[in-house]
């Protein structure tokens, strides 16, 4: 069964301090993973893309890693902000599928205090 | 910022009535998507549109219809609401050959 798993479920951090979140899935074929992140009421928004041979991206702050053979990714945040207060959404994409198939996580919610 | 429009975004109904939440896209995109998401929940699946005349169910079981007349418009309708679609409804739209996925700001909706 295509899945997809994140952990923690929600996390709580002090401003300027780092965090990683962790994506686990079990999607096949794979095409590319994703994270997004979701402010509270408003639609996901993409911060990565990577593909079966990509295993770093950054986006500012944020850098996301995958490991292909163990099916595993993180997004780590540096030096963290008030607005990083969001859920962050790990998303997986079959290959093969022309209807661009994603598979979505439950989130991991994460809180910056000041 | 993708140019995808949702409305209403809150809305608050009785049991039985009839509502119609509305999608429209700038971007020319063909493929367009509706999930429903609760709480702490994964975003789940419930219609797509390849294009105009082309609608599809998703993988969640949904009392819902849409239509796909226009290439920009993907309306999705309950025509009796019932509590238990309570949830937050997103639209997304994708352009031709890509699965990137943009999304909507959603819907609130709560059946009361």
């Known amino acids: 069964k295509n899945q997809v798993e994140q952990s923690p479920q929600s996390l709580i951090i002090l401003e300027g301090k780092n965090c990683t979140l962790q994506?686990?899935?079990?999607?096949?074929?794979?095409?590319?993973l994703r994270w997004y992140k979701q402010d509270t009421g408003r639609g996901p928004v993409s911060l990565t893309i990577m593909t079966f041979s990509e295993n770093t991206k950054s986006n500012g702050r944020y850098t996301a890693t995958l490991d292909a053979d163990t099916k595993q990714s993180s997004l780590h945040i540096t030096a963290s902000q008030l607005s990083d207060s969001a859920s962050y959404i790990c998303?997986?994409?079959?290959?093969?599928?022309?209807?661009?198939?994603?598979?979505f996580g439950r989130g991991t919610q994460l809180t910056v205090w000041p | 910022e993708a140019d995808i429009y949702q409305t209403p975004r809150y809305l608050v109904i009785g049991t039985g009535k009839k509502i119609t939440l509305e999608c429209s896209q700038t971007m020319g995109h063909d493929k367009m998507y509706w999930y429903q998401q609760d709480p702490g929940m994964e975003l789940h699946l419930i219609h797509y549109s390849y294009g105009v005349n082309s609608t599809e169910k998703g993988d969640l079981s949904s009392e819902s219809t849409v239509s796909r007349i226009r290439t920009e418009h993907f309306p999705l309708t309950l025509e009796s609401a019932r509590p238990s679609h309570t949830s937050q409804y997103l639209c997304a739209s994708a352009a031709p050959g890509t699965d990137t996925q943009y999304f909507g700001p959603g819907t609130r909706l709560t059946v009361l």
């Open positions: 998303v997986v994409s079959d290959r093969g599928s022309t209807l661009g198939r994603l598979y």
């Open positions: 994506c686990n899935y079990t999607v096949s074929p794979f095409s590319n």
